[in-house]
């Protein structure tokens, strides 16, 4: 099965500009995850959805940051007007919670957005 | 504090020594799952455990749910094994998934 897929791979912007991160999760999974990773520390969770419904978006930096997910599968993740401290990488991950099988989160490769 | 914490922050290895990580967690979880980050920052699934433990090869994982601890094993160490490895926990009511602070191995021949 195809992966968990992030475009762009790499971005860099001026402070106050704006920028668009996309997923597409890996079929048939209904739990979808972003992620910030700053360098040389952990990724921490953003936000994440079941299907096309916001579940937790406590971490989300609500007057700049916004995340959709429409349809239940692909994902935007945007940064209104970046600032130096949201210099990281962006990862997107997906899984497919409940039933038998055991529920792996599937990471995509990341975006890596430089804020100068 | 943080619900997942992660010993220890670094480690150095020469090849053929055996080593462990360890993850502790504030609440109750209810699976963990470790990853090793590789030099082009891609996470790999080593490990996924909703309790007991699991080998594969040279690494070993054990996660107890009610002693609220997850362990990852490396034997016989090579220079492949350098990365960053991560322990990742599911609240016991939640699909939230939150990650510990980071191992950082070194490996040296």
């Known amino acids: 099965e195809a992966g968990v897929t992030q475009s762009p791979r790499y971005a860099v912007l001026q402070e106050g500009q704006a920028v668009s991160f996309w997923c597409d999760p890996i079929s048939g999974h209904d739990t979808l995850y972003w992620y910030q990773q700053p360098r040389d520390q952990g990724p921490q969770l953003l936000v994440y959805?079941?299907?096309?419904?916001?579940?937790?978006n406590s971490q989300l930096p609500s007057d700049r940051f916004s995340a959709v997910r429409p349809k239940g599968t692909n994902s935007t993740l945007k940064i209104q007007s970046a600032k130096q401290g949201d210099t990281a990488t962006y990862l997107c991950a997906s899984r497919r919670t409940g039933g038998a099988v055991q529920n792996t989160l599937y990471f995509g490769a990341g975006t890596r957005l430089s804020v100068l | 504090g943080m619900p997942v914490e992660q010993n220890p922050p670094a480690l150095s290895l020469y090849e053929g020594a055996d080593s462990g990580l360890r993850c502790n967690f504030s609440t109750t979880m209810k699976s963990v799952q470790w990853f090793q980050q590789n030099h082009r920052g891609r996470l790999i699934t080593l490990f996924y455990l909703a309790q007991g433990t699991k080998e594969n090869g040279r690494l070993k994982s054990t996660f107890n749910s009610k002693e609220r601890y997850s362990t990852l094993h490396i034997k016989d160490a090579q220079l492949e094994d350098s990365g960053t490895y991560f322990c990742a926990a599911e609240g016991s009511n939640t699909d939230k998934v939150v990650f510990g602070t980071g191992t950082r191995l070194q490996v040296s021949p």
């Open positions: 959805f079941r299907d096309e419904a916001v579940i937790d």
